[in-house]
């Protein structure tokens, strides 16, 4: 389960620095690392009261900041967190009688239609939530996102540590819902009131900043509860409450200072759902990691394609019914043909490889892996004229 963000501990303050903070890369000689990224690790390390930065193995290049990677400082910079702020995994268990990908895949629900509290007031997903919505945020409630976002249906396969598994509930052959999504427009609105007046520069009342930043990662966990409970629905199951539930866009205070994270999860012994591809297995880990990796580990496989490369390339290689059947056998629902070839399996870097660098710098344990069924990506709504699907689905945020 995840821990909600407390504010109980004073703020840090702002010390200068002298030269540029340490860098620490978690990956072996062989894993896949770009030298864009590389540089975005050393620039920001040569930010004001930066103090280290440590990059995971699934490490690549962001707008405006390395993803994969966690960053200590004495001064908070949102856009080290950057909009999707509270983006995150959860698990979820599932009771099904049978799983036939086929038909399941057909019956999972429009994850890219938000649902109102007025008009879908009788909707039983509303059940899982808990007081009030935070900031009081209600467009796309209930949505998935485009860009990596997804809700996928998933076997628990090899279980390599089965005390630790039966602690979770877990057992070979279970079914989860595994949802990655965040906060929405939420956060991108957030990010964009910053960089307006501030560019770049760091938050001016970190304060402010992280009482709108905290709404946004309870917002996004908010989220992924309300898609697993209507996909739990769709599918005839009933809701369960999430085994993992880590955020891997947020900044917290420790240890007296900020530690940002940019695609990295929580590892400071936590349990850890580190996602692959729609075409390979995830792995769930427990998280050990200290303080030279800032206490954080790979939150996925990592990107080795950018979207432009994976289109092009994927375009030449593949057939758009060739990637809604993947090499495990399961199947992906996305209307998108475009997000198909961009969100290709080998436009990835192996998740084996990323997993093998997280144990061989003790950072991590693995637990169990999961394998895919059905992945959700979009609606597939078949042949109806793209201007209708366009102007009946709500605005979304950019994931």
């Known amino acids: 389960m995840s821990a909600q963000p407390t504010r109980q501990e004073p ?3 702002p010390t200068p620095t ?3 903070a340490t860098v620490s890369v978690f990956a072996s000689p062989t894993s896949w690392i770009e030298s864009d990224a590389l540089t975005q690790c050393h620039q920001v390390a040569a930010l004001d009261g930066m103090i280290h930065v440590a990059a995971m193995p699934d490490l690549h290049p962001g707008k405006g900041a390395p993803i994969g990677a966690a960053m200590s400082s004495t001064v908070l910079y949102p856009l080290l967190v950057g909009s999707d702020i509270g983006c995150g995994i959860a698990v979820f268990p599932i009771r099904l009688k049978r799983a036939v990908p086929e038909k399941l895949a057909a019956r999972f629900p429009d994850l890219d239609r938000a649902l109102c509290p007025e008009q ?3 909707d039983p997903a509303w059940a899982v939530v808990e007081g ?6 209600v467009e796309g409630l209930g949505t998935v996102g485009r860009g990596n976002h997804f809700v996928e249906l998933a076997r628990i396969e090899t279980v390599f540590e089965p005390d630790h598994a039966s602690r979770l509930g877990l057992t070979t052959g279970d079914l989860v819902l595994i949802v990655h ?7 991108e609105q957030i990010l964009r009131a910053h960089t307006a007046v501030h560019g770049a520069g760091p938050a001016p009342d970190p304060a402010a900043y992280l009482a709108m930043h905290d709404d ?3 917002w996004g966990s908010l989220n992924r509860r309300l898609m697993a409970a209507r996909v ?4 005839g199951a009933e809701p369960t409450a999430p085994i993992v539930d880590q955020c891997h866009n947020l900044v917290e205070v420790r240890d007296g200072v900020y530690l940002h994270r940019k695609g990295a999860a929580p590892g400071d012994g936590r349990d850890v759902l580190i996602a692959g591809t729609r075409g390979t297995h995830s792995y769930l880990v427990a998280a050990h990691a200290g303080p030279d990796a800032n206490h954080s580990v790979a939150h996925g496989a990592g990107r080795k394609m950018s979207r432009a490369d994976a289109l092009r390339r994927g375009r030449a290689k593949h057939t758009v019914e060739e990637l809604r059947r993947t090499p495990v056998g399961s199947l992906v629902v996305c209307g998108d043909r475009q997000l198909l070839f961009e969100e290709a399996p080998t436009a990835y870097k192996r998740i084996e490889q990323v997993i093998a660098d997280l144990v061989d710098h003790d950072l991590a344990a693995p637990v169990a892996t999961t394998v895919p069924l059905v992945t959700y990506k979009t609606p597939d709504l078949g042949p109806a004229p793209r201007r209708d699907r366009r102007d009946h ?3 979304r945020g950019r994931p």
């Open 18 to 20: 002298t030269g540029p």
């Open 120 to 122: 879908d007031a009788d």
């Open 393 to 395: 689905r709500p605005r």
């Open 232 to 235: 739990a629905h769709a599918l």
């Open 132 to 137: 009030d919505i935070p900031a009081g945020h």
């Open 181 to 187: 999504s965040g906060s929405r427009g939420l956060g």
């Open 216 to 218: 946004a990662v309870r």
């Open 11 to 13: 703020l840090p303050q």
